[in-house]
């Protein structure tokens, strides 16, 4: 069963995770499909605008628990060929040649910040909040780090980062995670005015619009950066501290560092 629902209107395709039971999270499965979904959507010329929305309470919430399991016992180099999967989705979506707009109707915790940041704009439901929880589980939130900080900022980052605590979406639009927050009964059709917005500009220059910026912001995400993302990530899934926060989130305790 697919992990995701596409429907295509007036140039404007919007991609819907569909997996509300496990609130969206995803796993190597919805990892493989949002890359191929997306690479797809790219060469479509009948698309102009993708929207990428959500079922449930939740947008996305990270990583999928049975994965987590899975990546505990992970080696080092198992982790960098996991890691590399979702590097290279997150730079599908962000490079994709068509405007995205995460349509955020619940809540982003940990990957699913990435996400979000991988898009050209957001727009969040008032109720959402936000999460970047991994060094809570000894981890650090190192593959999306390139999308996360180019969207909140360094300063940001530091604080959201280092402390992962949850923030509202008041805040989220505060730091310029997202652009606009809305009640639930607004949120459709304020994504949906963006869209109109974006389809009735040249579809060249948008396209031209959304590659200016990316090669004019900081530092291009590059294969250099990307590769020293994933080893991040696998070296610190692989430490002492990483297999126990994770060890202990799956088990339901506390991690060692606040028993000791």
């Given amino acids: 069963m697919s992990a995701l629902a596409l429907a295509v209107d007036g140039h404007i395709a919007t991609l819907t995770l569909s997996r509300p039971d496990v609130r969206n999270a995803f796993n190597d499965e919805v ?6 979904a997306f690479a797809e959507l790219d060469q479509r ?3 102009r605008v993708v929207v990428l929305a959500a079922e449930g309470p939740a947008f996305c919430a990270g990583a999928d628990l049975n994965w987590m399991r899975r990546m505990a016992d992970y080696t080092r180099d198992e982790n960098l060929l996991d890691a590399g999967k979702l590097a290279e989705m997150l730079r599908v979506i962000y490079t994709c040649s068509k405007p ?4 955020v109707q619940g809540d982003v915790y940990a990957g699913g910040m990435g996400l979000v940041a991988a898009c050209d704009m957001a727009v969040s439901v008032d109720t959402a909040h936000y999460c970047l929880s991994e060094a809570k589980l000894g981890l650090i939130p190192a ?5 996360v900080i180019r969207a909140m900022g360094a300063r940001a980052s530091h604080r ?3 402390t992962a ?3 509202d979406a008041a805040e989220a639009h505060r730091i310029g995670f997202v652009h606009a927050v809305v009640t639930a009964d607004q949120l459709e059709a304020r994504v949906a005015e963006i869209a109109r917005a974006l389809v009735s500009a040249s579809p060249a220059a948008v396209k031209a619009c959304k590659r200016l910026v990316q090669d004019v912001a900081e530092r291009e995400i590059d ?3 990307i590769a020293a993302t994933v080893e991040g990530i696998a070296d610190i899934r692989a430490s002492e501290e990483g297999r126990e926060g994770v060890q202990s989130f799956l088990q339901k305790r506390k991690p060692s560092w606040l028993t000791a």
């Fill in 100 to 103: 995205v707009i995460a349509q």
């Fill in 223 to 225: 294969a250099g950066l």
């Fill in 165 to 167: 605590e949850r923030f």
């Fill in 160 to 162: 959201w980062f280092l």
């Fill in 31 to 36: 990892i493989a499909e949002l890359t191929q």
């Fill in 143 to 147: 593959t999306i780090s390139p999308y």
């Fill in 45 to 47: 010329s009948d698309v």
